[in-house]
Structures are given as C-alpha cells and as structure tokens.
C-alpha cells in the first residue's frame, strides 16, 4: 500500500510558537522551479502583527540585557543549525526561486556564512562606534551604542533567503528584536528559518515570521506607536508613506535601497538600528 | 452568635440570622452549585463578540469602575501620590476619559490617598481587618478598621476568616462582618471571600449570602494574594447572590472581581457576565468593580488604539 505523505502546515512564528493566522487566512504559494508542488501558507493579519510586536516587546529586556558574547554564540549558534539542514534549504530555495540546484546552494551557504560573519561583529560594535569623550572638566565621558528595540523589517522581496538572513542578522545583533514580514515570493523560506532560529536558542519572540503582504502589514507596523525602527528593504517603491506614518512616534526608519546581498554587511549597516547613549561619570582623586 | 440581621429584613433572613443553627441550617440550604454548567455559561458568554461603538463604551465603563490598587510592602506615599494622580486623569491628554472608581491602599496610606485625590470624587478604599490573611483578634480587625476610617477611607475592604468559614464557625465570621459594619460607619464595606481559598462554589455561594445577610455592601472575590484570585465563573456566583439577594429583600449590593484581571478583552467578559447574570442595573461603578493594578494600562492602550486605529505604546501612559 502506498504510503501517505505527511504534508507541513505552513504556520507563522510569534513568541516562539507557531500558530496559524489568527484570522484562518491562507494563500496558495506556487512552485518557481516548475514542479506541481503547492503549498497553503498562513495569510498573517492585522491582530497576528499586534501579537508579534507584544511579544517582540516582551523579548527586548532579556535580549538587550545578554551579553553581546552571548548574542554571538547565539547568531552563530544559527548558523550551525542552518548547515545541517543546508539541504533542505536548497529545495525550498529552488521551489520559491527557481534557481538552479548550483545558484541555491550557492546562496544557502552564503547565508551560512552570514550568520557567522554577523555574530563575530556582536561584541566588536562597541568597540568601533563607542568613544570615550575628551570634556573639559573632571569626567569620564564615554558614548556606546544601545539598541533601539522592537524594529519592523519588511523582508526583501527579491532574495529569498540571503537577503532575509542580513536583515535579520543585522537587526538583532544589537540586541534589537524584530517583527518580520516575509517576502511574498518566499514564505516557506522564511518559516524554515524560523525553526532554525526555534532551535538556536535564541528566546522567545526575539525573531517573529509573519508570513503576508508588505502592503496590508507594513503600514501597520509603521504606525504601530510600541515598534521603534522600521527597516522598509522589502517595501517596493509606495514607501513614502509608510515613512510619514512612521514619523508619529519617531521611528528610526532604513530606508529602500538597491543593496547587492551577496556583500556582507559593514558596521555601519549593523548600527544603523542602534541609539549612542553618552554617560558622564565623575572623576575620581 | 451574638447580632441578628437589621430590623426591616425579611422573615427568611431574620429567622436565618437568629442563632448559629439558623445560619448554618440557612446557609446549607441554599441550592447547590452545577459547575459544568455555571463554567459551561460563563464560557458561552465569553463568545459574545463586542466591538467598534460598544467596545469603546465598554472600556469607559470598565476604567469607571477601576479600583486602582497598590498592596505592597515597598509601597510608598510618593508612590500613592502619583498612583492618585494617575486615577484622577488615567488619560492626560483626554479630558473625556473617565476617573476611576477608587484609590485602594493599606491603612497607613488611606491620608496621603485623600490629600492627592482632593475633591476630585474619586473614592480611597483602604484594606483592612489583617489583611490579606485575616488572622487576628477581633480587636486589632476592628482597630485596623478604625484606623482606615479615621483616615478618611470612604470604603472598606475587610477579609473574612477563611478559617473559621471553612471550620463551620459560620456564627464568627457574621459577628465579625457586623463588627466591621459598625466601625465603618458611613463607608461602603467591601467583604473579600478570598474565594481561591474556599474551595468549592457551594462554599463561594454559602459565603456569598454569609456576607450580604451581614451587612456587607459589596462582595469582593479576592484579595489579590492569593492564587487562583478572581474568576469568571466565581465571579457569576457573586453576581448571582447579589441579584438573589436584591430579589429577596429589595437591598441591591455590588460586587468586586479583583486580582489577576489585566486584560481589556478580559474586563469587557466581565462587564457580559455582570449583564447577564446581575442585569444592566449593575453596570454601574457603585455596583461594580474591578479591582487591579495593569488592567487600567491595558484599557488605556485599547481605548487610544479604538481612537485613533493604530496600535498603541505603554511608553505613552502616566507611570505609578
């Protein structure tokens, strides 16, 4: 007798739990690579985005305050994770690319890698942006980069994998956490890497995968007064809006920009998402 | 046994409040509790799907009817302060949001309460008779008591003694209710069954009835100390006795849910519940309460995201 396939519920990411969209929305995601593979992923809500940024909030405390050594351990705990279902990465690379087998495994590695180049720089970021301050008067002054705290991140939309790792490697090693939205094109991409990220040790709520539409869930994100940044690389060009809905509570804002995700992100990118907090402190005798 | 009911009330409870035995007989026979179906009901109601217009009537309502409580050791009057500061405009930049019902604190803080709620009508109920346990002699109770209201408490919590209720000493924990009636005076007593302790619904509704035909103004299900604190199902009980009471006797009691309601979602299952079982006339905060510290937070975040349809930050609510 034949055996029946067990098929994967294509579900969300929030808190560390993998529910279904609140609202039972689903969308038929087809396959780019030619095969008749269909796939039913979760169509994430308005109520499932204010679900994922009250549990990104929750997970600001304990992730800002570990160590940024631990926050390493922690990216490049991902990346080992990453590696040993490097080939289940590559298929669902190609079903949502089409690319061939050798451009998919080209780009999960180079997501591997990113992870790790990611996690080295966590407790190097102080060293380049913080300073200590040369005042005139008897104080220490020194400034350092502190996290700016729930960041929105429209996942780009034209690389399935790579580009969904640096935007998500580079808002969290600050110890930011963040509210994703897929890419349209890639949702199942983006849940397998949440079950990467669910056994990374990373805690709950820290990453949140909703799987959707940029446009129905980027303007609320936007004016959502609890998220503090907003990263726009998957908006498309309607992004001007979603900046001036963003001004209501001051959000940091990145903005859309043609970015080659093939080149590891520098510093700068990485402390885009970080506020300096300059401290005096009283010389002593 | 040493009090009977007031003169005026009916046969049924002056006969009840004669003697120990009477209560006891009294108490025992009131109909028993059937808890799949009262959780059945309760569960039912929470189905109710309230929104737009409704919902934000609801959330008004619910601040309304706020005791906004501080029950802590670290507790401080500069803390008090800005707690009253808080219930008096829990929304500064709207002058259309409602006060709370209360200020609830320990006895020692009752004057600083009053002096920051001013005229501002918002009341200062004060916990009392050995609070949270209840276990003390009459005298400190009633002392405690006096202390509080000398202070200028316009409302009592008092706790029963959860020991003697569930010995059977039924005659005790009436007399003592009485003897908070009294030294109240003019403020409203609130009576906490701390209904997590008692065990059973029979018992919540024995203590219920214990409760009202003692005196007291309002039935409060907990004091917050202890876990499980209120519950909608315990909470139908008390609303249930309420109603039955005012049935029997024309006197209408409040009640009071306190301790571990923190969501708006949560409050407005209340407020469906205080409507169905009691009756619309007991949506009123003299009638009703809720006795929390974040449930006001998270009403004033879902009152502002109602307005203005963006989801709201608590970095934008009066700390305290």
Redesign the interface.
């Known amino acids: 007798m034949a055996r029946l396939d067990v098929r994967k519920t294509w579900k969300l990411w929030i808190g560390g739990a993998f529910p279904r969209s609140e609202s039972g929305r689903t969308w038929e995601v087809t396959a780019a690579d030619g095969s008749d593979e269909v796939a039913n992923v979760s169509m994430a809500s308005r109520k499932d985005t204010r679900d994922a940024v009250v549990a990104a909030r929750k997970a600001v405390g304990p992730w800002s305050g570990a160590t940024a050594y631990n926050r390493g351990q922690i990216l490049y705990r991902a990346a080992e994770m990453l590696e040993s279902r490097r080939d289940t990465f590559v298929d669902e690379v190609r079903f949502a690319t089409g690319a061939t087998a050798r451009a998919a495994a080209d780009e999960v590695d180079a997501a591997i890698d990113r992870w790790v180049h990611v996690a080295g720089w966590s407790d190097k970021l102080a060293a380049i942006d913080g300073s200590a301050n040369p005042v005139a008067g008897p104080y220490f002054d020194f400034t350092l980069p502190e996290p700016t705290g729930v960041v929105g991140v429209l996942a780009p939309q034209d690389s399935a994998l790579l580009g969904l790792v640096t935007v998500v490697a580079r808002a969290i090693v600050t110890g930011n956490t963040c509210v994703v939205v897929a890419s349209a094109q890639a949702p199942t991409v983006a849940i397998s890497l949440a079950e990467v990220l669910a056994t990374s040790d990373l805690p709950a709520g820290v990453v949140n995968v909703l799987t959707g539409f940029a446009d129905e869930l980027g303007p609320i994100l936007a004016s959502h007064m609890d998220v503090n940044a907003i990263d726009l690389a998957g908006a498309g060009d309607d992004w001007a809006a979603l900046e001036a809905a963003a001004a209501d509570n001051l959000k940091r804002v990145l903005r859309p920009a043609a970015t080659d995700w093939g080149l590891d992100p520098v510093p700068a990118q990485m402390l885009a998402l970080t506020e300096s907090k300059t401290v005096w402190h009283p010389r002593g005798m | 046994m040493s009090v009977t009911a007031r003169q005026g009330a009916p046969p049924e409870l002056l006969e009840a409040t004669r003697s120990e035995a009477a209560l006891r007989s009294f108490l025992h026979g009131l109909g028993g509790v059937d808890a799949v179906g009262l959780e059945t009901r309760v569960a039912g109601l929470a189905t109710r799907s309230i929104k737009k217009d409704a919902k934000l009537a609801g959330i008004d309502l619910a601040i309304a009817m706020v005791d906004l409580t501080t029950l802590e050791g670290q507790d401080t009057p500069g803390k008090v302060r800005a707690l009253c500061a808080k219930g008096i405009h829990p929304d500064p930049g709207d002058d259309d949001c409602p006060s709370v019902a209360a200020i609830c604190v320990y006895p020692d803080l009752v004057a600083t309460a009053v002096e920051a709620l001013g005229d501002s009508g918002v009341g200062v109920a004060a916990v009392a008779t050995a609070f949270p346990a209840g276990r003390s002699s009459l005298e400190v109770k009633i002392a405690d008591t006096t202390l509080a209201v000398e202070a200028g408490a316009s409302e009592v919590d008092m706790v029963i003694d959860r020991g003697a209720f569930l010995s059977g000493r039924y005659g005790q924990v009436f007399d003592e209710i009485v003897a908070a009636r009294e030294a109240s005076g003019n403020a409203k007593l609130k009576v906490i069954l701390e209904t997590g302790e008692l065990a059973t619904y029979d018992n919540v509704r024995r203590a219920s009835w214990l409760a009202l035909a003692a005196g007291g103004d309002v039935i409060k299900t907990s004091t917050g100390k202890v876990s499980p604190a209120a519950t909608r199902p315990v909470t139908a009980v008390l609303l249930q006795a309420v109603r039955d009471f005012a049935r029997l006797t024309g006197e209408v009691r409040g009640v009071k849910a306190a301790g571990g309601i923190r969501t708006s979602k949560d409050a407005l299952r209340y407020l469906v519940l205080v409507q169905e079982v009691a009756g619309p006339g007991w949506l009123t905060p003299d009638l009703f309460r809720f006795g929390a510290s974040s449930l006001l937070d998270d009403l004033l975040l879902q009152r502002t995201s109602q307005r203005t ?8 609510l009066p700390m305290a």
Request: proline fraction near 0%; aromatic fraction near 24%.
């Open positions: 349809g963006r989801y709201h930050s608590a970095d934008y």
